[in-house]
């Protein structure tokens, strides 16, 4: 038989149960509210949030990753989150999006860590836009929304597990698909594939086996170690798969509706770079020949920041690849002006090359060289004088154009640009 002792003690503890459910249920509720507000405001918040990943974790700056995609991304994840807290039933498809964002990661090269980091940033700041929903509810609003901190930063921590498990599973397959790719791509450009193979590497690449392509091979300058360069900028409208042999980069384009002189253009070479860049090829096959050309029209290079289109250089491509024989034909051709000083000679190699650019015409090579039409008509005569070939004969400017490509190439291969 109770006594009132113990009746009164079973009464106390039942009312402390009950005050304890009440304030978790209070502090839910408060939470739950908090959350919808915030949520009616995932614009700013998530691009607060972006902010704040930028300016501390590096890698989101310099990666590939574009700045309106993550911002995209982290509206979904802020949203997920925010779904969760507000209705527990919604906790599965906030843990399926944000396993998709650790699995994306994985796929776009992205290092673990900073991702990592970057969540713990979100979380952050997530955690204080709750807090200050909290508030606005007044004081009792403030001392709940406390309460709730466990709960929230519990979730936060699955999902952080999340992320970094589905990006860990995903890695794997990644390494994989990349070493087979790699694969595909090396044999195309050296040129080992055909047949079956060549079916099996436009399969791994996403390529088509007849297309217009091109390849350009690229020099970055010497004792830089190929991970501190900056890769190449291609243009839009051209898909590009890239290779890294040891001191340059090659790119495989599949140029679609652009034109080569166009992607040339485009192309953003990276400080203290060269590029050659093959003609067009229209099968898949014929990559690796197009390769050899790129590395061709490369040679021809003679100074940084130059992309040399062997369609445009074929004299100077054939030059380049028997470099004895340029130094014979510019020595042939071009000796007379070692009797003329050296600043003369360079001023007359100089008006040579703009009166071969503009065609022969006097007038637009003067607005080239910003001097007047009878100085650049005295300097052409001064170097036939000087290398008794005329340039009113057709076989005699051949002759001076192969010496010009000859000489510079030769003095670029002294300098060390051409390599």
Do not use: K
Request: net charge neutral; aromatic share 4%.
């Amino acid at each position: 038989m109770a006594t009132p002792v113990t009746t009164r003690r079973a009464c106390a503890a039942d009312a402390s149960v009950e005050a304890a459910a009440d304030a978790g249920r209070e502090h839910t509720e408060v939470l739950r509210a908090a959350a919808l507000q915030v949520r009616g405001q995932v614009g700013p918040v998530a691009a607060h949030i972006v902010e704040r990943i930028r300016d501390r974790h590096p890698a989101y700056r310099e990666s590939a990753l574009a700045p309106s995609g993550l911002l995209e991304e982290t509206e979904g994840s802020v949203a997920a989150v925010l779904d969760s807290l507000a209705d527990p039933g919604r906790s599965a498809v906030s843990a399926e999006y944000l396993s998709w964002v650790g699995e994306r990661r994985a796929w776009q090269g992205f290092p673990l860590e900073p991702m990592m980091g970057a969540c713990r940033t979100a979380g952050d700041a997530l955690w204080l836009s709750l807090v200050r929903a909290g508030e606005s509810q007044g004081p009792a609003g403030t001392r709940l929304i406390a309460r709730a901190a466990a709960e929230v930063w519990d979730l936060f921590e699955r999902d952080s597990r999340l992320m970094a498990d589905a990006y860990l599973r995903a890695r794997g397959e990644v390494t994989f698909h990349r070493q087979r790719d790699r694969r595909a791509l090396e044999g195309l450009l050296a040129g080992r594939v055909d047949g079956p193979g060549l079916a099996e590497a436009a399969d791994a690449l996403a390529l088509p086996e007849s297309g217009r392509f091109a390849v350009a091979v690229l020099r970055g300058p010497a004792g830089v170690p190929h991970r501190a360069r900056q890769r190449a900028g291609v243009p839009d409208g051209a898909r590009v798969h890239r290779a890294f042999p040891v001191g340059g980069e090659v790119l495989l384009a599949e140029l679609g509706g652009l034109a080569l002189d166009d992607f040339a253009a485009a192309l953003e070479m990276p400080a203290g770079s060269r590029a050659g860049l093959s003609p067009e090829v229209d099968r898949l096959a014929a990559v690796g020949h197009a390769r050899e050309l790129a590395e061709l029209a490369l040679r021809t290079c003679t100074r940084d920041g130059e992309v040399a289109l062997l369609e445009r250089r074929y004299p100077a491509g054939l030059l380049a690849r028997r470099p004895e024989v340029a130094t014979e034909i510019a020595a042939g051709v071009l000796g007379g002006l070692r009797d003329a000083e050296a600043a003369e000679a360079a001023v007359l190699l100089e008006t040579l090359a703009a009166w071969l650019d503009a065609d022969g015409s006097v007038e637009r090579a003067s607005a080239t060289l910003f001097c007047h039409a009878n100085t650049v008509r005295r300097r052409l005569r001064r170097l036939e004088e000087l290398t008794g070939r005329s340039v009113s004969r057709p076989r005699d400017v051949v002759h001076l154009a192969l010496a010009l490509d000859a000489e510079r190439i030769t003095a670029a291969r002294g300098r060390g640009v051409s390599r």
